[in-house]
């Protein structure tokens, strides 16, 4: 091992504003190695091994994909649904499953009863490291499951109502999901994705997103801290204009703050210390397509961008889920550097072999 | 305020109900269906499209404009056709490229050219080289509008304008890419003839 993972606490420090050795550094959320070449797996894992994540992320084990109507996990995962929704070739991801509100009804009449289901099966035993309970989909992202993306951004003129019964049922199955999570001590941290921005601009005014999503994230983010937990939130693309609200409302830590999207000493020169950052190394041009040297130079940019200034609420990982057309040198050179840039090589933590325990 | 300064004012407010009933009350007046289109309906667009120009109005007005834009054309575009049309040839066709399943901006941009009474052929998403080729060959479009999201999948459009060369199609049809990750010096470099960064702008330059 090249570096002694934070332990909990630091993790903690880290997240809310007390300084910490070098910023953090969690990716694994977003490597999914299944989905890589078998040599590149190899490559991660040994990378793994010698830089050991500051954060693990576990999912929460989420109801069965649909099955018949009146199953009693039969509100998620719309895709195996009803063999009868049009799904031809020519239909894309974002509007695969725009369903009608009439067949929502008959597809989704209860929610999912988490009692009695093991939430956390297959988690590892607690090592000591800070973990992260992941979610999946907010409110915003769970229409558009059910509706398309066309639908669902005209259902908050059309069906406002609608919206708000889809943020009700979110919340109910979030609270309960919270509820274990802290009963158990199974995690430090919720988190899930709610994807607000695009390349340019949010999908939203503030204004909208005020009525139908503000009120969501910040009863949630009171529940959890409620619980002890921390909430994070992944929304990529260009949220600057939305990025007040996602403070007040009390989300922990913001990913991934995206690079061209996003202006990151502008975001720094406005939030800086008043949110953690979980900071992604760009997927867009950078890692896939840019030599070992550009990919340094760049975390010496995130580095003084989002660390420097206050020595804390950093943490870094890659902006989005890592294609399989990344080299994984540049993978290899991104976290090594962040740890040269700012630790330097600690011979002592290969002889010690220590965790975060 | 008449009902062609209300339709064009409120259009950016979403209330669907509220705009077709000032369509149809402007009808009973004797407008002609021309004038309530082109001065109520399109300059309410491009009002819209102005605003979202200025980062005053969102994706949801855009669209909710575009989707009222279309129910009110359904209404008045009989009242307007005075001689049979045969069939019109797409003038744009759209897809996203091989190996690519996100359609949203496709989407987008198709909705807003429709509103504005381009004819478009969608083929859709995981669109081969050899099926852009065949369909430029089959509907001679003005434009062939490529999108991709990913960055693994961005080839496809060098592909596509390769085939267009060795189909001998190249120069009969201008070529537009587009999508998150498409700059417009990448464009340039691949020899596309035309980018724009969202959707209210292709449809500016093309409608």
């Not at chain 1, 992941?134 to 406002?160: Q, V």
């Not at chain 1, 760009?282 to 206050?310: C, K, M, N, W």
Request: aromatic letters at 10%; proline letters at 6%; glycine letters at 8%.
């Amino acid at each position: 091992m090249k570096t002694v993972p934070f332990t909990r606490q630091e993790m903690i420090d880290c997240i809310e504003g007390r300084p910490t050795r070098r910023p953090a550094v969690a990716i694994g959320t977003w490597i999914h190695l299944d989905q890589l070449s078998e040599d590149k797996q190899r490559r991660l894992e040994k990378l793994y091994a010698d830089y050991p994540f500051d954060m693990e992320a576990f999912y929460i084990k989420k109801p069965a994909t649909f099955g018949q109507p009146g199953d009693r996990f039969c509100w998620c995962d719309v895709k195996d649904a009803d063999p009868h929704i049009g799904r031809t070739k020519s239909v894309g991801v974002d509007e695969e499953n725009a369903i009608s509100w009439e067949v929502y009804d008959q597809i989704t009449p209860e929610l999912p009863d988490p009692a009695g289901v093991d939430l956390f099966e297959g988690w590892p035993e607690d090592d000591g490291r800070y973990r992260m309970a992941w979610l999946s989909y907010g409110p915003w992202s769970r229409i558009w499951e059910y509706r398309g993306m066309t639908n669902s951004l005209m259902d908050l003129y059309t069906d406002p109502a609608r919206v708000q019964s889809i943020n009700d049922r979110t919340m109910r199955w979030f609270k309960e999901v919270i509820d274990q999570v802290a009963a158990g001590h199974r995690a430090d941290a919720i988190g899930f994705g709610d994807d607000h921005g695009m390349q340019k601009g949010p999908f939203m005014s503030p204004k909208m997103f005020r009525k139908f999503y503000f009120p969501f994230y910040k009863e949630l983010c009171d529940y959890a801290h409620s619980r002890g937990l921390h909430v994070w939130l992944h929304c990529c693309g260009d949220a600057m204009k939305l990025l007040d609200q996602f403070i007040l409302a009390g989300f922990d830590v913001l990913h991934p703050i995206q690079k061209y999207a996003m202006d990151e000493t502008a975001v720094m020169e406005k939030y800086g210390g008043k949110i953690a950052f979980w900071s992604g190394m760009d997927l867009q041009q950078i890692l896939p397509f840019g030599s070992q040297e550009d990919v340094r130079q760049e975390v010496h940019h995130l580095v003084d961008t989002f660390y420097a200034p206050q020595k804390t609420r950093t943490i870094f990982t890659v902006s989005n889920r890592l294609e399989d057309n990344v080299p994984v040198e540049n993978i290899e050179a991104f976290i090594q550097e962040v740890y040269a840039y700012t630790e330097g090589p600690t011979p002592a933590a290969a002889d010690a072999g220590c965790t975060g325990a | 305020m008449n009902e062609l300064e209300k339709i064009r004012t409120e259009l950016i407010d979403g209330d669907e109900d509220a705009i077709l009933g000032y369509v149809e009350e402007a009808l009973q007046e004797q407008m002609e269906p021309k004038a309530i289109l082109e001065q109520g309906l399109l300059p309410g667009m491009n009002d819209i499209a102005d605003k979202w120009a200025a980062g005053e109005a969102f994706i949801p007005e855009v669209l909710i404009g575009a989707k009222i834009m279309n129910a009110a054309m359904e209404r008045l575009e009989p009242l307007m056709v005075t001689e049979e049309k045969a069939d019109e040839p797409p003038r744009v066709i759209f897809g996203t490229v091989q190996g690519d399943l996100h359609d949203i901006g496709k989407n987008l941009c198709m909705l807003l050219l429709r509103s504005q009474g381009v004819s478009v052929l969608d083929l859709g998403v995981d669109v081969a080289p050899e099926t852009f080729v065949e369909a430029v060959a089959t509907h001679h479009p003005e434009y062939l509008c490529m999108s991709s999201l990913l960055t693994t999948t961005m080839d496809g459009f060098e592909k596509t304008i390769e085939a267009l060369k060795e189909a001998g199609l190249r120069d009969k049809v201008k070529v537009a890419v587009g999508g998150a990750p498409v700059t417009p010096e990448y464009a340039k470099s691949i020899g596309a003839d035309l980018y724009t960064e969202d959707a209210v702008q292709l449809s500016r330059t093309l409608g």
